[in-house]
């Protein structure tokens, strides 16, 4: 029955439903204490090459036991102790008795915890990266295929001048481009918290090394170094500063803010016919309704975009209240912005890499609603044609404002389609341009520098971005649910 417990308890439906197993290890229990134990021995490391009574035997010990944790005895020493980080010490002394007396040797909580949390960060960001990458080049070669198909632009959700298709992925592509710029700095704007002490000050360190500072510094730096970062800050408090955080999820909730636009866009076009995600064979759009075909996957992106968004409340909230040195009153938060934020944009990209490879579109819905649109679009240069024929603007100008209203009633009171043209074919007065007409209609010379913006956009700045990703670009997503 052990296997039926977990439905009686809550489950987080970003880990139970959605997320990667990467993502949803990088922030496990496993990876955050076999991190603390890591960081134990670095530091006692450290600390014996630079002079400190450690024996190699002490730290040999402590890597054989890395990474197998008592889960159970940590939690038992937790519920006596009340102080997660110690209850962690002694179950990691117990089962390195040689090794006890120098586990966090001179350190406070935050050595292991915010240290752990700054490389969660760091691998939550290289685990994301390659995602976003990934849909930039999807999206990029969407673009790069429909570049010339003409479609109606549509401005306050009405119909405007015409783009093309793949024009209008580039503006998603825009949006994608500067967050992944965002994320690459916020990853490498990353520090180490270092060795620091219990107020930032590293008196601790001071004491162990007999008022050395030099080899306080030495210290900092090796523990720093050996952790994979190349700076720590030079200035803390018990904590790295929480505006770290702010800067981490504010690129975060910016992606949210770009996949929530796309995936209201797609939804969008959905609705007109002219653009649909992938829809598999067995899929069920409606229990009620059989004929649905919903667009459960860029709505799902809207939902858990929206969440996205709203959790850089937290850190702001946060940062904002953590009084002098540092207040606890952070700790529980955290535990829950940092990695939903993170897990949540690996979901809503994985997601959106699933809709954006198997995009549809349909050529011919867009090419009627064009039809539909097109000849008030044209009027101005059924006018210009007139003009070069001999005509008077102004008489001109007067018959298609007419033949307009005309048109007009027909498709809005009557429900027709719009035939002016026909109104215009039929009147003797624009005789003269009858056979321009075609030409003067063909939505290509209505799309101005689409397709070149398009070439341009992608070849200058898309590709380049996507260079330092292209071992990482065959990975496909299935998604489960």
Known sequence: ??????????????????????????FSDKKKFTTWRKLWILLAKAEKALGLPITDA???????????????????????????VMAHVHTFAHYCPTAAPIIHLGATSCYVGDNTDLIMLRDGFDILLPKLARVIDRLANFAEKYANLPTLGFTHYQPAQ??????????????????????????????????????????????????????????DRMVTDMAGFKKAYLVT??????????????????????VHK?????????????????????????????YKRNPMRAERCCSLARHLVALLNDPLQT??????????????????????SFLTADIVLSTLQNITEGLVVYPK?????????????????????????????????????????????????????????????RDPYFIPILGQLDALLDPKTFIGRAPQQVARFLSEEIRPLLEPYKSKMDVKIELEL
């Open 319 to 340: 940062a904002s209240v953590q009084w002098l040195e540092r207040t606890l009153d952070d700790s529980a938060n955290r535990r829950i912005s940092l990695p939903e």
């Open 262 to 290: 796309i995936c209201t866009d797609i939804r969008l076009l959905a609705n007109l016919k002219e653009i649909e995600e992938p829809f598999e064979k067995e899929q069920i759009g409606s229990s009620a309704m059989p």
């Open 162 to 219: 015409l783009t093309t298709v793949g024009k209008r992925a580039c503006l998603w592509l825009q949006d994608l481009a500067m967050d992944m710029r965002n994320l690459q700095r916020a990853r490498d704007d990353l520090r180490f918290r270092g060795v620091k002490g219990t107020t930032g000050t590293q008196a601790s360190f001071l004491q162990l090394f007999q008022g050395d500072h030099d080899k306080v510094e030495d210290l």
């Open 58 to 84: 002490q730290i040999q010990e402590m890597e054989s036991h890395a990474e197998d944790i008592d889960f159970t005895m940590a939690a038992e020493e937790e519920r006596k102790l009340r102080h997660d």
């Open 365 to 425: 819905v867009i090419e009627r609603h064009i039809r539909h649109e097109l000849p008030f679009m044209a009027t101005e240069n059924i006018i210009m044609a007139m003009v070069k024929a001999g005509g008077n603007r102004q008489d001109c100008h007067e018959k298609i404002r007419v033949l307009s209203q005309e048109a007009a009633a027909v498709v809005k009171q009557e429900g027709g389609d719009n035939d002016l043209l026909a109104r215009v074919q």
């Open 1 to 26: 029955m052990e296997g039926a417990d977990e439905f009686t308890k809550y489950r987080s439906p970003l880990v139970s439903r959605y997320a990667s197993k990467e993502m949803a290890y990088n």
């Open 237 to 258: 408090g018990q904590t790295y500063s929480r505006k770290v955080d702010v800067d981490s999820l504010s690129s975060l909730a910016s992606l949210g803010a770009t």
